[in-house]
Nanobody
Framework: QVQLVESGGGLVQPGGSLRLSCASSIDIFSFYAMGWYRQAPGSQREFVAAITSGGSTRYGDSVKGRFTVSRDNTKNKVFLQMNSLKPEDTAVYYC???????????????WGQGTQVTVSS
């Protein structure tokens, strides 16, 4: 259905910042919400942040106050600004397009291939 392409990952030192981007092949207004999830090796996928077509946002507890999700509807892109990064933020970050309407953070919908974020000194 939709193609989601993440970019912006990389290696950063603790306390640093990264900005992830997700480009959608379909108008993001087509979806109930666009979101970000992450998965570290050997760990369960974790909800990070999401934003609805109306601009409502939700964040996982571990990233509140540090990460900000936003969207550019004209470019069909969703962003994740990641500040004050910690080693435990190291994971593959996946973009999610959710058309279920069940609620943010539940993991429904389509997924990108992910972008690696590594926080290490």
């Amino acid at each position: 259905q939709v193609q989601l392409v993440e970019s912006g990952g990389g290696l950063v030192q603790p306390g640093g910042s990264l900005r992830l981007s997700c480009a959608s092949s379909i108008d993001i207004f087509s979806f109930y919400a666009m979101g970000w999830y992450r998965q570290a090796p050997g760990s369960q996928r974790e909800f990070v942040a999401a934003i609805t077509s109306g601009g409502s946002t939700r964040y996982g507890d571990s990233v509140k106050g540090r990460f900000t999700v936003s969207r550019d509807n004209t470019k069909n892109k969703v962003f994740l600004q990641m500040n004050s990064l910690k080693p435990e933020d190291t994971a593959v970050y996946y973009c999610n397009a959710d058309d279920s309407g069940h609620g943010m953070g539940l993991g429904y919908g389509s997924w990108g291939q992910g972008t690696q974020v590594t926080v290490s000194s």
